[in-house]
């Protein structure tokens, strides 16, 4: 039970800790946020680096691992967002290169977590029953001199002579060879041909020989004597052991190590694998065979049929195969043999070209992921040691990355530079740290860089092509042992380094001349240039580190020296010894350091000897030099058996490669420091070589004149490049100057927007005739109408009632235009559906203002659509003139332009098909104005029946305004909605009611008006009368209609007709009509989408909605491509400039001379904060002309441009959640009662007895939501006083006079309370206060306080959580008297007035809205819980960060117990895990 | 207190030098030694830089002044080995004609095999020196013509003089390392230096301290030590 107990804890731990993993990693941050994580996170990982515990290693490689993830999960979600092919192309380059690089990472860290430290065994037994072991020195075309040392030390390896023997495999089948194993002693095995190269050398020699174990050296690997002993014991304490490798170690420095000599005690290229990765591999029983110093269980390979023949990489290839039978391998960290690293960079390139071949032929021929026998571990640790040498391409993407941008332009990463900064410090900052303790003093921070970079170029093919054709290329032999007669820089090696130096150096230099001259042409920032330059450098650093190797420095020495401390005895002609101790020895000679109190000089060196314990050996010498206490001899020539004594005491003694002392280690900055010295002295020397000229002919001039070519060679073709555009710029900077001052002048706004005036409509009832006056701003132009250039056209579309006919028509227009026009040649033009009308001569004597009246021919006008075009064509001189010359200009006057129109009702028959006319025409664009009639005053239901008929008409009316005036008792002249239940009546409405129905007649007040009669004998028919009819439009027949069999729609919750569907993108032709998206003219005027969407869209991780945008334009020469653009905004606000015409400069070069039309394609983001309930997108194509000059400048005619109808709008993938109150959203979209269109869940608290003005406000109230939905009101629940269950289960919406506050319980959170006829300002108890910190709100109390006391008469919205039920809501439209509610609600359709509506009290204070958020907050939606906590961290990210170093923390512990208790598994020879 | 008792059975073999190289390293190890020559040279004041005329004490005669060089009293005992009294004392084996308080050094020549007899009973150990060459080699089995060599266990063998440019004494030492391991204790390499140093009337000490001899000797006296138990001492100690 406890056990249970605790597995469940355990597991839950588990599971919470996981789910703090996937936060950490997953939940964005904006650009602070990010900042603050990333420090955290860099200062825990300094932290933790310093601690110097197995433990903080492992916790660092966690949560370098969590942050590295992190950003790659950012990269991935939020970055590959590509604005074009190049960017794409190439920002996928380094997307993968980015992927392969974590992936490696994340298989680092398993694989270096816990370098097993194994230690020797002892062998048991009698030395005479000690395993029998061939040693197999396998040679090709490698000198005899090299072979000899070998041979010898392995001879001399200490094991009982009769228990092993030493043979050379010969491939090269060379007498001296044969001669020289008689002559010593030692086994020769040759074979008739070279099939499979070294493996099938090896494979023939384990035919011919029978010992148990098998030892390899490669022909310049020579043994310690103590190889043996050390290493066989294992194979008895572990039966399944196939085979146990010693490290490679060198005891002549690298190419590296001899080149880059300005670097103290640079540890070997080979530390790294030979140290903590090997180690590692052993851990997880992975640890692979490295073709030398290694001994083999000939068994295992009797069953794997020897060595692996298949690739060039025999020996991790065989390693695999021995896993993969169940054969267990082991690492001895304990250097035991040494050899030649390889002399020069050419062949160290060459070596590496077959390891990486070999590599990539496993992975594709035998890849460890799949195939038998392997645990998981040693799946992942083989395909990190092969995925390694996969390192090329990701290399050279990092290292040309930058230029992509400062050469191209490309923007390959899709984010702000600042933004790059904050996800990629973390990541790159703790890999780096955990990475370099990790690898402790085997490898310098940032030199894994310029290894790779050194190899990169020339791994590509080998590794590409192989990828492709693994089973080609031949084996070749790494040459080792020569000699370098002089210095010299072998270009030829580096020459794919130089050209990338010159690559960057000219993308620096580039991006540097963008940035100075150019900023603007090139859209290149300041920020994302630091990022690149800052990139590139780097870059540059790690290239000239890497061609500095390429400098090889002079090696004529014959013999390597080897640095060693051996006593020995010098012996001099006078008789003396004199004892010294040697620096560096070689099979040559030695140098030795002796007592400075003793001057040799004038002494004759005879011997010296080297005490070997039980023996001496003792060499005839020749002195050299003697300086500063040392002596450097050269041995005469040494017999045999001095040759082998030499290598026994140099090379053979067990300790002979024990390091004295561990390497520094050495921090980041101090190698970062040291590479800057390198590339420093290394851009030196090349310099001083070219000042030197012929001096020295060979030496690094080649460097210096490559530098050179490649640095400033391509500079006179950039400079080509750039002075083209420079001119073109000039002109374009010219023409947008001309053009941008008239262009922010002119104001374009939206078309269609809510009329809001109450109209200069005058019905003047004059017979049957009716008068009507109309302004242009009621025909929905909302600012004066200006209009310019030689050709300015503005089209006004206006709506005629069908039932209406006009009679007569004057248009008065109110203008001034520009005095410098020419009277004779310009004029205004008047059209009416393209009819001209009247042209108006624009002399200079009127131009300053002048009022035209003139009459319109009525016949014109049509019933629906019609358009009124209003053209200017101005001239400022009679010759050439500039088409859009400032002073080519003319204003109309919106509001004092108007129709007066004369007409006459046509006598329609009354008809339910025509619903909703007569009561509102969709052509007309005057608000609606419906009387609703009551018999008496109205109860509930007959208030929810006119909340049906009221949301009804105003999602008909929308734009165009309307209002619903309550009449009691009587009918009111012209058309009006009557309410009628049985047991009421009208005078003249003889009705028979029958059950649910509606009836439309002539208004027996009036023969003109129609009524609508909405009838039922009780509450529910009259309910569901009216909501038939205000949701079944259109199918309705006749006069009279039962309604009895009627279905209502029952929404679900965000289905309101209206709102943009979230659940596919909706194009933008679903929106509205694709005419409306043409534009025409060089100023086609903005064109606009009205959408409207749920406001409570919770976005969250993305920033808010796409805008998949595609348009078509003109492409010519007249188009200024680098200056037209089409601007996106939302609701006003400016969102994205897209240009017209690529930005590229490449494009100056492909002009062409034709017309075309092109299309674009770019993405726009919607940002949330800027989408309401009602959104109005507006595309504003800014064409301006190349070539405008005076006298040459051709206004092109008919130009048309569009948005494509199929661009769309994607909402999709959004939440739904709001933080409340939100008065903004309630005055935008009724939310939340709106979330359901039909208010099903809404219920309207009215005062015991309504007021007119309170019914009107309620019934304006209702039209809004219809407006906002699309559907009618027909669930609402009207309540008057207390109703406990209307409350509780609904979003509360009360509307009256401040005696409605009465109700305590009601007004328990409201942010206002009315104590005694006080309005005061609720104070909230300091805890609250606490609680209020949190919310996103601005705290106001004192300032709404102060405002709220000095309002005389109140009137405003108040917003506050239900106090009867969590997440619900109450909205409170109150006023002092009530008879300011209609105006109050009718205020919010006045856009201004809208949008000062927001937080959760507005205050109207006669002019304007006040807001203030007072109250606490809550949540309304439905959020998934994890988007909801994950949303949460998102605004902590503090604690985001600390999560992560709790995770990193929390799992260490656990993985450190693991990982010690597979070592101890893996030391014992235990099963594994 | 203990007597070392330096006599190689066959003469020039350093037998004297090393005595006295040995001497000066127990003083400087914080011994306090006495050096009793019982040869009729008297050749091994030369080794502590004294002149060849340098009168040094008898062994016996307590009227003169001590002579201390280098830390080590040096007495001239050849008398001393020829006086019958002497003898006498040195026949019984619980009787001991030396201060019990210091490290007695002897040093006997090699044909005066008597005395060396007698004088062996008191001594802890008998150092005999040889050279790495046939003619010592073949003297090690006159060391003691009573029993054989690998069973004494009062002696131990110097190898001296060895020059390894010279493949027989190189290969001589080296026989003589693998076949008396135990008896060895140790080898001390021919120096020229050796030779300059009593030239110039001056201690190996002075005249060369990184001679290899000297250091040789060094290793000598540590073995010498531990086989004696004789323990480093450090100067204050006494007593």
């Known amino acids: ?1473 | 207190m203990p007597l070392l008792l330096f006599h190689s059975p066959k003469g020039g073999v350093g037998s004297t030098f090393l005595a006295a190289h040995c001497a000066m390293e127990l003083a400087a190890r914080g011994h306090e030694p006495i050096a009793i020559d019982f040869t009729y040279q008297g050749s091994l004041k030369l080794f502590f830089g004294l002149l060849p005329d340098q009168p040094i004490v008898r062994a016996g005669d307590d009227s003169e002044e001590e002579l201390v060089a280098a830390g080590v009293e040096l007495l001239d005992g050849y008398r001393l080995g020829r006086k019958a009294a002497f003898l006498k004392m040195l026949a019984d084996p619980d009787a001991s004609p030396f201060p019990s308080d210091k490290l007695i050094i002897a040093d006997v020549a090699a044909a005066d095999h008597a005395l060396k007899q007698a004088l062996l009973p008191h001594a802890v150990l008998q150092v005999c020196t040889i050279t790495p060459g046939p003619v010592a080699l073949a003297s090690l089995t006159k060391v003691d013509p009573a029993q054989p060599l690998a069973e004494l266990q009062k002696t131990l063998i110097v190898v001296n003089l060895l020059d390894d440019t010279r493949t027989l004494a190189r290969h001589s030492n080296i026989f003589l390392h693998s076949a008396f391991e135990r008896l060895l204790a140790g080898t001390v390499r021919q120096d020229e230096a050796v030779n300059e140093a009593v030239a110039k009337f001056e201690t190996l000490e002075r005249f060369r301290p990184t001679s290899a001899a000297l250091a040789d000797v060094r290793a000598v006296v540590t073995a010498l030590e531990e086989h004696c138990n004789l323990g480093p001492r450090k100067e204050g100690e006494e007593g």
């Not at chain 1, 310093?50 to 433990?55: G, K, L, S």
């Not at chain 1, 290693?57 to 999960?73: D, Q, W």
């Not at chain 1, 009509?1073 to 749920?1094: D, E, K, N, Y």
């Not at chain 1, 492409?1115 to 969102?1135: C, M, P």
């Open chain 1, 1 to 1473: 039970m406890i056990r249970q107990l605790h597995l469940l804890r355990t597991a839950a731990t588990g599971v919470v800790i996981a789910l703090l993993c996937v936060l950490v990693i997953v939940v964005p941050l904006d650009l602070q946020s990010q900042w603050l994580f990333a420090g955290l996170t860099i200062v825990a990982g300094m932290l933790l680096a310093r601690r110097n515990t197995r433990q903080s290693l492992i916790a660092l490689g966690i949560l370098s691992l969590i942050v590295s993830s992190r950003y790659i999960f950012w990269r991935t979600t939020q970055t590959l967002d590509f604005q074009n092919v190049p960017a794409l192309i190439l920002g996928s380059g380094l997307y993968i290169a980015e992927l392969y690089a974590w992936l490696i990472l994340a298989l680092g860290l398993l694989q270096t977590a816990w370098p097993l430290e194994r230690p020797p065994v002892e062998i048991e037994g009698e030395p005479e029953t000690w395993p029998l072991v061939d040693v197999f020195i396998p040679t090709y075309n490698e000198s005899l001199a090299i072979v000899r040392g070998t041979v010898f030390a392995a001879m001399d390896m200490d094991y009982p002579e009769d228990r092993f023997r030493v043979y050379i495999l010969d491939d090269g089948r060379r007498p001296e060879f044969r001669e020289f194993a008689h002559e010593v002693g030692c086994g020769y095995l040759t074979r008739p041909d070279n099939t499979h190269a070294k493996a099938g050398n090896l494979n023939t020699a384990l035919g011919k020989t029978s010992g148990e174990l098998v030892t390899i050296f490669d022909c310049d690997h020579v043994p310690t004597r103590a190889f043996l002993q050390m290493t066989v014991g294992w194979f008895q304490k572990d039966q399944k052991l196939a085979l146990l490798q010693t490290p490679h170690h060198f005891y002549s420095p690298d190419p590296v190590q001899r080149n880059l000599d300005v670097i103290d005690e640079q540890p070997g290229e080979g530390d790294l694998f030979y140290g903590p990765i090997q180690k590692g591999n052993d851990l997880w029983n992975a640890a692979f065979f490295c073709g030398s110093c290694a001994v083999i269980r000939r068994q295992a390979l009797q069953q794997t049929n020897g060595f692996a023949g298949e690739t060039v990489t025999e020996d991790a290839h065989t390693a695999l195969k021995l896993q993969r039978m169940g054969w267990n391998t082991g690492y001895l960290g304990v250097r035991l043999a040494a050899g030649l690293a390889t002399e020069r960079l050419a062949l160290h390139v060459g070596q590496r070209i077959r390891w990486a071949r070999g590599m990539t032929q496993i992975l594709r021929i035998d890849n460890p992921l799949f195939g038998r026998g392997l645990r998981l571990p040693q799946r992942l640790s083989y395909l990190n040691a092969m995925l390694h040498f996969q390192f090329p391409l990701p290399r050279i993407v990092f290292l040309t990355s930058p230029l992509a941008f400062l050469l191209f332009g490309a923007n390959i990463i899709q984010a702000p530079a600042l933004m790059i900064f904050a996800y990629a410090l973390p990541h790159l900052y703790c890999s780096m740290v955990s990475g370099t303790r990790s690898h402790g003093h085997d490898r310098r921070p940032f030199w894994s860089e310029i290894y790779e970079t050194l190899l990169a170029f020339h791994l590509v093919k080998p590794t590409v092509l192989t990828w492709f054709s693994p089973r080609k290329g031949k084996f070749n032999v790494t040459d080792k042992g020569e000699q370098l007669e002089h210095s010299y820089f072998d270009a030829h090696i580096v020459k794919p380094h130089l050209i990338c130096i010159g690559l960057v150096l000219l993308g620096i230099t580039v991006g540097a001349i963008k940035l100075a001259f150019f900023p603007q042409f090139f859209g290149i920032q300041l920020d994302t240039f630091v990022l690149n330059t800052a990139w590139a450098t780097f870059s540059l650093l790690i290239l000239i580190a890497s061609v500095a190797v390429a400098n090889e420095s002079r090696q004529r020495r014959e013999h390597v020296r080897i640095p060693v401390d051996l006593p020995v005895t010098l012996h001099f002609s006078n008789g003396h010894i004199v004892d010294a101790r040697t620096k560096e020895v070689s099979m040559g000679g030695l140098s030795a350091r002796f007592d400075p109190s003793l001057d040799l000089t004038d002494w004759g060196l005879t011997h010296i000897s080297l005490s070997m314990g039980s023996e001496t050996l003792v060499v005839e010498a020749d002195a050299l030099r003697t300086r500063n206490q040392v002596i450097t001899l050269r041995f005469q020539a040494l017999n045999l058996l001095q040759e082998r004594q030499l290598i026994r005491a140099v090379m053979g003694r067990a300790d002979a490669w024990v390091p004295d002392k561990p390497l520094e280690r050495v921090t980041g900055l101090r190698s970062f420091i040291d590479i800057v010295r390198i590339c420093f002295l290394t851009v030196k020397r090349a310099f001083a070589a070219k000042r030197r000229g012929s001096a020295t002919p060979r030496v690094p001039k080649v460097a210096a004149v490559r530098l050179e070519t490649a640095a400033i060679a391509e500079i006179p073709g950039a400079r080509k490049r750039v002075q083209k555009p420079i001119k073109r710029l000039n002109k374009a900077a010219a023409l947008l100057g001309l053009l941008l001052v008239p262009a922010l002048l002119y104001a374009p706004s939206p078309a269609h927007a809510q009329n809001d005036a109450p109209a200069a409509a005058a019905k003047s009832a004059s017979g049957e005739r009716w008068r009507r006056e109309v302004t242009l701003r009621n025909l929905g132009v909302r600012s004066p109408v200006r209009l310019e250039g030689v050709r300015g056209e503005i089209g006004i579309p206006f709506g005629m009632r069908r039932d209406e006919v006009v009679t007569g028509a004057n248009l008065t227009l109110d203008l001034s235009w520009s005095p410098a026009l020419l009277g004779d040649v310009s004029q205004l033009v008047i059209l009416l559906n393209d009819e001209v009308i009247h042209t108006i001569r624009l002399t200079p004597e009127g131009a300053s203002g002048t009022t035209v009246t003139f009459p319109v021919d009525s016949p014109l006008f049509l019933p629906g659509d019609n358009r009124l075009n209003l053209r200017l064509l101005g001239h400022y001189s009679r010759g050439c003139e500039d088409p859009f010359h400032s002073s080519l200009w003319a204003n109309v006057s919106n509001l004092r332009s108007r129709f007066q129109l004369t007409f006459q009702k046509l006598p329609l028959g009354p008809d339910l098909a025509r619903l909703p006319r007569p009561f509102f025409d969709p052509d007309e664009s005057l608000p609606v104005r419906i009387p609703f009639v009551f018999a008496k005053r109205p109860d509930n239901s007959e208030l929810e029946a006119a909340a049906s008929m009221a949301s009804w008409l105003g999602s008909e009316a929308s734009y165009r305004g309307f209002d619903f005036q309550p009449v009691i008792g009587q009918l009111p002249k012209g058309n009006a909605i009557v309410f009628l239940k049985s047991g009421a009546s009208f005078a003249g409405l003889p009705l028979n009611i029958t059950g649910p129905s509606a009836q439309v007649m002539r208004n027996p007040a009036d023969s003109l008006g129609q009524i609508l009669v909405i009838m039922g004998r009780d509450d529910e028919e009259l309910r569901l009368a009216a909501a038939a009819i205000a949701s079944g439009r259109g199918v309705f027949q006749g006069e009279h209609v039962t309604l009895s069999s009627a279905q209502i729609p029952n929404y679900p919750a965000y289905g309101a007709p209206r709102w943009l569907r979230t659940d596919r993108p909706v194009k933008l032709g679903e929106l509205t009509q694709p005419t409306f998206l043409q534009g025409s003219g060089i100023r086609p005027g903005p064109l606009s989408v009205q959408f409207q969407a749920a406001p409570d869209l919770f976005f969250w991780p993305r920033q808010g909605g796409q805008l998949d945008l595609h348009y078509r334009y003109p492409v010519a020469k007249w188009l200024d491509k680098s200056a037209s653009r089409l601007d996106v905004s939302l609701n006003g606000e400016f969102q994205r400039t897209l240009p017209l015409g690529s930005a590229h400069w490449w494009n100056w070069f492909f002009d062409t001379p034709r017309a075309a039309s092109a299309d674009a394609s770019d993405s726009v983001l919607l940002p949330r904060y800027y989408l309401y309930g009602q959104n109005n997108l507006v595309f504003d194509y800014q064409m301006l002309l190349a070539d405008k000059q005076e006298c040459r400048g051709m206004v092109p005619q008919d130009v048309h441009t569009s948005i494509l109808p199929d661009s769309t709008i994607d909402l999709t993938g959004a939440y739904h959640a709001l933080q409340m109150p939100n008065l903004a959203t309630f005055a935008n979209g009724g939310y939340p009662f709106t979330i359901y269109p039909d208010l099903a869940q809404t219920a309207v608290l009215l005062g015991p007895d309504p007021s007119d003005d309170e019914i009107r406000a309620f019934l304006i109230l209702m039209g809004r939501f219809g407006d906002s939905t699309g559907a009618a009101a027909t669930r609402v629940n009207v309540v008057r006083g207390e109703d406990p269950q209307a409350f509780a289960n609904n979003d509360l919406i009360v509307i009256g006079d401040l005696g409605l506050m009465g109700n305590e319980a009601l007004f328990s959170n409201a942010p206002l309370a009315n104590r005694g006829g006080q309005l005061t300002v609720t104070q909230r108890s300091p805890i609250a206060r606490m609680f209020h910190a949190v919310s996103p709100f601005a705290s106001d109390e004192r300032s709404a306080a102060e405002f709220t006391t000095g309002v005389r008469k109140f009137q405003g919205i108040l917003e506050f959580e239900s106090p009867f039920e969590q997440g619900r809501t109450v909205v409170a439209v109150l006023a002092d008297r009530p008879g300011d509610l209609p105006a109050l609600v009718q205020s919010m359709a006045n856009l201004r007035v809208n949008a000062q509506i927001q937080g959760d009290l507005a205050v109207f204070d006669g002019s304007g809205i006040r807001s203030f958020a007072v109250g606490p907050g809550y949540w309304v939606g439905s959020l998934p819980l994890w988007i909801r906590v994950a949303h949460w961290f998102s605004t902590h990210p503090l604690l985001l960060a600390a999560a992560a170093i709790l995770v990193a923390l929390f799992v260490s512990g656990p993985a450190y117990l693991l990982l010690k208790r597979q070592a101890e598994r893996r030391l014992n020879s235990e099963s594994e895990l």
